[in-house]
């Protein structure tokens, strides 16, 4: 994903009382030269990040996205970010992706080492095409995160909830499951409960229910997991938010990962043992996520 457009923003205080914000952004170069070599998100991976899709210039769930901007900036003592800033910014960005699919990232780091900070800025490019994995699904493998389910609850500091920069883990983890002749990765706990992919939410289908991890166990609240729900409950489906051991995904009708870009993708195998794709739902989720969501 080529990016086709950046600006810089000076950040405003949380209580700032202005309507207009554009005096606020810089319009850069995507292409040149930005950052300090002393910038901490580039040096530490110290600051959070938003990834936004984008559907012919409309900026998806972006009311949410900006609330979990802020959960992850309070988890990582960083500056409460103005979120009325940021959704204009947001939406300068969005404009400039153009027809058909494109992402939004938002980006907030803790500045220069010894100061100025924090630094922000955001981007826009066109999306990859997700088409084969929408329709054909997605192998996964099952990777032990190392910590047990309890973890992010004794050890909050290891910001297993927030959505921070430092994504050299998830990397690895989708290197490794490439590896072992698949696709993606998701993540379970030293104790066997299912989580989340490196880059997305799961979603199972256990008869007419819907069910993902509870998020309080240091998995990110997934946007489109709340999107997706709200359209199933409107549908007549019954969801919810459980502890699921991690052999539940194995025994699931159907599954899938669900994120901001790719969408909904179904998950065709688990550690190599086929998953049921429902093809007609999946298209269905699809469609939804493709029309402008607030």
Same mark, same amino acid.
């Given at each position: 994903m080529?990016?086709?457009?950046a ?27 930005? =950052? ?11 600051? !959070?990040?938003?990834s ?36 204009q ?7 400039q992706?153009?027809?058909g ?5 938002l !980006? ?49 500091? =290891? ?14 983890? !989708? ?18 409960? =299912?989580l989340e ?7 199972l ?36 938010y ?45 469609r ?7």
């Amino acid at each position: 994903m080529a990016t086709r457009f950046a600006l810089i923003i000076t950040p405003a205080a949380s209580d700032d009382a202005r309507d207009d914000f554009s005096d606020s952004f810089e319009v850069i170069d995507p292409s040149a030269p930005a =950052l300090s070599v002393s910038e901490l998100s580039t040096q530490r991976g110290d600051g !959070i990040f938003e990834s936004v899709g984008v559907v012919d210039g409309h900026p998806q769930d972006l009311a949410a996205h900006l609330a979990r901007l802020a959960h992850s900036a309070r988890l990582c003592d960083l500056p409460e970010p103005h979120l009325e800033q940021w959704r204009q910014a947001a939406q300068v960005a969005a404009a400039q992706c153009g027809p058909g699919e494109g992402v939004v990232k938002l !980006i907030l780091s803790r500045g220069v080492e010894h100061g100025p900070a924090p630094t922000a800025w955001v981007t826009a490019a066109d999306a990859a095409d997700f088409t084969v994995p929408r329709d054909r699904g997605v192998r996964v493998v099952t990777l032990d995160r190392g910590l047990d389910s309890g973890a992010p609850a004794r050890a909050p500091w =290891l910001l297993l909830g927030a959505k921070t920069l430092s994504y050299a883990v998830n990397m690895a983890a !989708i290197r490794e499951a490439k590896r072992r002749g698949a696709d993606d990765a998701v993540f379970v706990s030293s104790d066997s409960v =299912l989580l989340e992919a490196p880059t997305a939410t799961v979603i199972l289908r256990l008869g007419d229910r819907f069910v993902t991890p509870e998020p309080g166990a240091g998995i990110l609240h997934g946007t489109t997991q709340l999107s997706l729900f709200a359209h199933l409950e409107a549908e007549g489906y019954e969801t919810a938010y459980e502890t699921v051991p991690a052999a539940a995904l194995r025994e699931a009708y159907s599954a899938w990962l669900v994120s901001s870009v790719r969408l909904a993708a179904p998950i065709a195998s688990v550690d190599g043992a086929p998953l049921a794709v429902d093809r007609a739902l999946t298209a269905s989720f699809n469609r939804f996520l493709l029309s402008p969501r607030d």
